[in-house]
């Protein structure tokens, strides 16, 4: 397997990552502990979980099969922070000085680790001073409990803004950034990735087949399958602005791509998003063994020039058809460091 650069940290990570959100959730830990080791056996070193997802779960579940397979030391193990894990405490959440450490002291029990390699803020924190998140980070760099820092779902110059308040306060910055990207929303491309290439931040997209609306198993005039996201879009107003007729369109027009190359629709998303300028390693986040199978078979696809150029007539570049990408655009809403 090629191993790619990690923003310009100097570490490799594989083209495609393990997403651990399942875990505990939708995947029983025995089925989880499966994933990891098929996803380890077949050249997968990076894997990313959160504290929130399933209120810790998902991490106690990566951390023992971690365990078990003693494969802790050649993994690059990526978790966040800032999700809700108490509903009686208001502290429970957020960006603070004192969320953060309390936070990173949890994950590490839970991963049963000393130290995470990629500690990121989940969400950008408007009501909170940018430099008490980064302050807070830099000390956990400095303890060695957190070796680089990175966000999630922040716009371009909410990362930009970063980087200058860490330069100007001698601390360690933000070296990747997590947004949502795939062929239905690639609004990214207009900002996100021209300045991540600039300044050296490494991408790892998150839900690159768009929540499995890029699997091929919505059809135009069928009704989705039982126990699928989008089966019961009324149940999830924001799920139902998503599932829209462009989709079926630009899957209708996936399908004789993939076929000419002998692989499913969610393979050449995949291949897709991975081959994409800028990106470094989309998140995958399957539920069982054979989903996995199928988005390791992306690997093996290759995406040409000729096919670049009939997705972009499906869905333009920078354009967007089903609303994932929801950063904030407009003027600065991180309150000014001091």
Known sequence: MEYRDFGRTGM????????????????????????????LDAGLNFLDTANVYGRGRSEEITGEALKRNGSRSRIVLATKFHGRM???????????????????????RRLQ?????????????????????LRALDDLVRAGKVRYLGSSTFAAWQVVESLWVAKELGLNRFVSEQPPYHILDRRIERGLVPMALTYGIGLIPWSPLAGGLLTGKYKRGQAAPEGA?????????RESRRLN??????????LPLAEAKGCTISQLALAWCAQ????????????????????????????????RRRIDELVPPGRMVSPFYEADFGPSRHRAFV
């Open 276 to 307: 994409q300028p800028g990106i470094t390693s989309p998140i995958l986040g399957p539920r069982t063994v054979g989903q996995l199978e199928d988005n390791l078979g992306a690997l093996e696809v290759t995406v040409t020039d000729e096919d």
């Open 245 to 254: 007729d462009s989709v079926y369109r630009v899957n209708e027009g996936l």
């Open 229 to 237: 996201r989008f089966a019961r879009p009324e149940d999830e107003p």
């Open 86 to 108: 108490n509903d009686e405490d208001p502290n429970a959440a957020g960006s603070s000085r004192r969320h953060i450490i309390e936070q990173c002291e949890a994950s590490l």
């Open 12 to 39: 490799k990570v594989s083209p495609l990552c393990l997403g651990c959100w399942n875990f505990g959730e939708r995947t029983t830990p025995q089925d989880s502990y499966a994933i990891v080791d098929r996803a």
């Open 113 to 133: 680790t000393d130290y995470i390699d990629i500690y990121q803020i989940h969400r950008p924190r408007p009501d909170v001073a940018i430099d008490e998140t």
